[in-house]
């Protein structure tokens, strides 16, 4: 697609439940992150999916954070028994190989009530 | 670790007045550094970057950025706001890998 597209754009979740946050990057986009942004705390680094290569997991907050992405091409962000701490938006972004800047989509709000 | 401050969480012109959004930044390397601007609902867009060569950088939307290595200073301008500049903006910088670690944002707020 012309942009990067994530969804759902919100989610509401009990605490506790598992919730599945879904990014499709541009097409011939090798490299995909995640980022977190919550009030008052910017945006937080998540995992890094760069062509075949080991993600980079270093930003995950807690083992109830997992990250997967499919043929080089959609990725899904899971969380796990999620805590109201977990509320954020979840931003996708996805780049060419080289420094130049990413592209970002519009995001996916999570609220856990 | 690279790092990147952005000096002032809110900062508030009148329209037609210069904007001045601070951000310095500490890296062990030459950095690539990024100006972003995100709209109420919507995702980051980029405004400008530095990667190498020129240190004043034009962006879209009127904003320019000079990089200043004896500063490790990123500051963004525009020399007349305008009403749809309101947003909140973020700085960010890259070393090594493609990472990108930003600052807190700046909320700007233009008066009419």
């Known amino acids: 697609g012309a942009g990067v597209s994530q969804s759902p754009s919100n989610k509401v979740t009990e605490k506790g439940k598992d919730v599945e946050l879904r990014c499709d990057p541009i097409s011939g986009h090798t490299a995909l992150y995640w980022y977190r942004q919550s009030l008052g705390q910017g945006l937080e680094f998540l995992i890094y999916f760069q062509g075949n290569s080991a993600p980079d997991k270093s930003g995950l907050p807690s083992d109830r954070f997992s990250a997967e992405r499919t043929g080089g091409s959609v990725s899904t962000l899971t969380i796990q028994r999620t805590q109201q701490e977990d509320s954020a938006v979840y931003l996708c972004a996805s780049s060419l190989r080289d420094r130049g800047g990413y592209t970002f989509g519009s995001g996916t709000r999570l609220t856990v009530v | 670790a690279q790092s990147v401050t952005q000096l002032g969480s809110h900062v508030s012109v009148s329209e037609g007045a210069l904007v001045l959004l601070r951000c310095n930044y500490s890296?062990?390397?030459?950095?690539?550094l990024f100006w972003y601007v995100q709209y109420p609902n919507q995702g980051l867009q980029l405004l400008l970057k530095?990667?190498?060569?020129?240190?004043l950088v034009k962006g879209i939307n009127g904003f320019e950025a000079e990089f200043k290595k004896s500063e490790t200073s990123f500051h963004l301008t525009k020399p007349s706001a305008h009403m749809s500049d309101a947003a909140e903006y973020f700085c960010?910088?890259?070393?090594?890998?493609?990472?990108?670690?930003f600052g807190q944002g700046t909320r700007l707020t233009i008066n009419p």
């Open positions: 890296s062990s390397v030459p950095p690539y």
């Open positions: 960010a910088v890259s070393e090594g890998a493609q990472k990108l670690v």
């Open positions: 530095y990667t190498t060569g020129a240190t």
